[in-house]
Structure formats: C-alpha cells, structure tokens
C-alpha cells in the first residue's frame, strides 16, 4: 500500500481527533450554568479554557485507543473505512506524534489551574486503564464511560472554584449509564458479539434493563436536583422526559443510537429540546 499524500494524511490526523466528539464535552459547560457564573466574564473565560482542554483530552484518548485497536479495527465492519489508522489514511508514527503534542498541551494546561487539570489527568489515567483493561470487562465498561462524564463536570466546577453538587454528579453518572448502555446495546444489535469482544458477555435484553434503569435514575435524581437548587427549574423537567424518550425513539424507531453525537446532531427533535432546555435553565437561574 502506497504512504498516503499529505492532504489525506492532514485530514486523517483531523478525523484521528474526532472533533464531532467534542459535543461530549459541553458537560464541562454545566457547572457555569447552574452555578450562575453565566453572567461573569472571567467565569466564561476559565469554563472554555477548560472545556478547550478537555477536547484535547478526549482527542489524546481516541488516539490511544485507535493505535491500540488497529489490527481489531481493521477486521470491523465499519471501523476500518472509518478509522484513519485502520483504513491507512494516516500512518502510525504522525498519530503517535500527535499525541505527545496533545499530552504536551495537557502539561502545559497544569499551570493554568492545578485543581482543573487534576480532574483532567484523572480522566486520561482512567481512558489509558479503560483502553487496555476496562472495556474488556463488563458493566465495568459501562461505569467507566460513565465516570469520565463526571469528571466532565468535576473539572468545569474546579476551573470556576465552585463546589460541585452532589444531585448534579449523579444525574451526570446515570444519564452517562443509559447513553452507554444504549450505545452497547445498538453495537451489540448492529454488528453482533464479534464487534467488540466484551460484547460476547452481554444480551440485548440485559443491556435494555440496564438502560432502563439508568434513565428513570436519571430522570428522578435530575426532577430532585432542580427542586432542590431553583423552584423554577421544575418547568425543565418535561423537556428531559421528552429528551429520553426522544432519544429512545431514535434508538428503537429509527435504528440510531450506537453513537450519541450523532443523534444529537441530526435529530432535529432532539437538538431543539436540548436549545429550549438550555434556554429555560439560564432564563430560570438569571432571575
């Protein structure tokens, strides 16, 4: 196979970092609404410091993962097209050179906000234990996707010095749960156990009740934190229930669901209820 020119090496590195992804880190973004730090420029500053950070984080993380899943993602049915490394539109050692740059911006970051960036290293340290051990393990795999969404959160709240809520950690670990579990379940129901080896330890219909009880936990420890933070908030409520049984929809309906980011940026629906909850939350907590 002939190297690749360096315009398709360039936009390999580009789909390598997978900044349709980034959405994942709005989380980060969380804590400067309900903490009603929205209106402070110097708050704004620090949540999209962070949450720039973060990015290059995550980005650090699926570079480690496709260089570690090569050959797995090669036999893929999709991977391989879809994947730079896989389908040989970048080769390894441009990948392994990003990747010392982006674990450089993170060294560099740490003199910017030591609390900040413990929280991010925390989250790379569980990415490299999930890319070589975690995701072989089952609900362990679920949990840990879930833990990163929460130290999403965590480092949005060190980067403004506001305590993070209790309610807000938990509705972040249970939402995260039903959006992996679902992810799981739309892997194991496209492609089969064969895609993904810890696959093979679950069932369609274990993985709906897990995702079942993640969105009801959801949806109470979310109904529980807004009453108790802003009376006002409750009317965003209708809109989460909504949002979850949108998404279901998309899942069961319209065969979506095995990557998030994707419905949430196609499904109209969907998009428009997040704007609108979003809308209600900063009207409801500026007053």
Request: hydrophobic residues 50%; contains cysteine; aromatic residues 12%.
């Amino acid at each position: 196979m002939s190297a690749p020119s360096n315009t398709t090496q360039l936009v390999g590195l580009l789909k390598l970092v997978r900044p349709k992804q980034w959405i994942k880190n709005a989380f980060v973004l969380a804590p400067l609404i309900f903490a009603r730090e929205f209106t402070d420029s110097r708050s704004i500053t620090n949540a999209l410091i962070a949450f720039a950070l973060f990015c290059v984080a995550s980005s650090a993380g699926y570079i480690l993962n496709d260089l570690r899943d090569i050959d797995r993602d090669r036999s893929h049915p999709s991977k391989r097209y879809a994947r730079p490394l896989a389908a040989g539109t970048v080769q390894v050692r441009p990948a392994v050179a990003l990747l010392i740059a982006c674990y450089g911006v993170l060294v560099v970051g740490w003199f910017w906000s030591p609390p900040t960036m413990m929280a991010i290293f925390a989250y790379l340290a569980l990415n490299v234990t999930y890319t070589y051990v975690l995701k072989h393990q089952p609900v362990l795999d679920l949990f840990s996707i879930a833990i990163g969404f929460v130290l999403r959160i965590y480092a949005g709240a060190q980067a403004l010095s506001v305590p993070l809520s209790s309610w807000m950690a938990i509705t972040t670990l249970c939402l995260a749960l039903y959006l992996a579990a679902i992810k799981r379940r739309q892997e194991l129901a496209s492609h089969g156990a064969e895609s993904r080896e810890v696959l093979r330890m679950y069932s369609v219909a274990l993985i709906d009740r897990y995702a079942e009880m993640s969105a009801t936990g959801a949806l109470i420890f979310y109904s529980l934190f807004v009453m108790s933070a802003n009376a006002r908030l409750v009317w965003t409520i209708p809109f989460v229930i909504f949002g979850l049984y949108r998404y279901w929809y998309v899942v069961e309906g319209l065969d979506g669901g095995e990557s998030p980011t994707d419905v949430v940026l196609t499904d109209l629906p969907l998009a428009v209820t997040i704007v609108i909850w979003i809308g209600i939350c900063v009207a409801a907590l500026s007053q």
